[in-house]
């Protein structure tokens, strides 16, 4: 596989017992794309990230990843943490690093989070509670956790459903500026708009089904 390219999917299906979800699938991610997933409900979005994640396999075709599981990031769906939520962004971000053997972080680890955090552009709110922070805030928060480790590919699924259109713009625009500087994404969204403004290539499913 060439160097270029970091995930290259033949034909894929995936069944789960006997209900067809996707087939025939095929589709090429390369080093620096912006790349979007969509389709309806049921569609099989999220069940393709997690082949990509290495948490299925495909009933039938084959998926090539040319990259480590360790340099794929992964954010979730927007989850609006309680106001009461104790930790700091800074904490917050750390609990992706801690280590189970000693309890403190070393000097590059928490260099580390400190540029993750300015990634995001939160590096005057490092000590603020994220139960306190605006939604894109949040986001952003959950986005420099998974820079952390400093992925080669960013897979977002629906990072900004729920938010509103402000907020969006805020979280969508730092994963622009990622993607500008190299990091690969994928995004899962239903956001026409989104799609329009970020994306440079898009795989549609449950189009062929
Ligand atoms: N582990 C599983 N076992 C059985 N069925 C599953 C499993 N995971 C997903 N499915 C089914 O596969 C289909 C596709 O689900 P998936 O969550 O991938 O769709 P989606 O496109 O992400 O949908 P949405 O837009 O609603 O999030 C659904 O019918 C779902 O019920």
Known sequence: MKPNILIQAN???????????FQQVSFQVQRGDFFS???????????????????????QGHLHLNLALQKMGYVPQFRN???EYPLSAQAFVELKLTHSYWPWLT???????????TAVHLQNQVRARVGRMSGGEKQRVYLAQALVAEPELL???????????????????VVAELNQRGTTVILITHDEALLARYST???VLGATV
């Not at 997933?37 to 009933?59: D, E, F, S, Y």
């Open 11 to 21: 034909q894929l299906q995936m069944k789960f017992g006997n209900q067809l979800v």
């Open 37 to 59: 997933i969509v389709g309806p409900n049921g569609a099989g979005k999220t069940t393709l990230l997690r082949l990509i994640l290495g948490q299925l396999k495909p009933t």
């Open 81 to 83: 943490l309680d106001s």
């Open 107 to 117: 000097a590059s680890e928490k260099k580390q989070v400190a540029q993750a955090l």
């Open 155 to 173: 897979i977002l699924d629906e990072p900004t459903a729920s938010l509103d259109t402000q907020a969006k713009l805020e979280v969508m625009d």
């Open 201 to 203: 290539k898009k795989l």
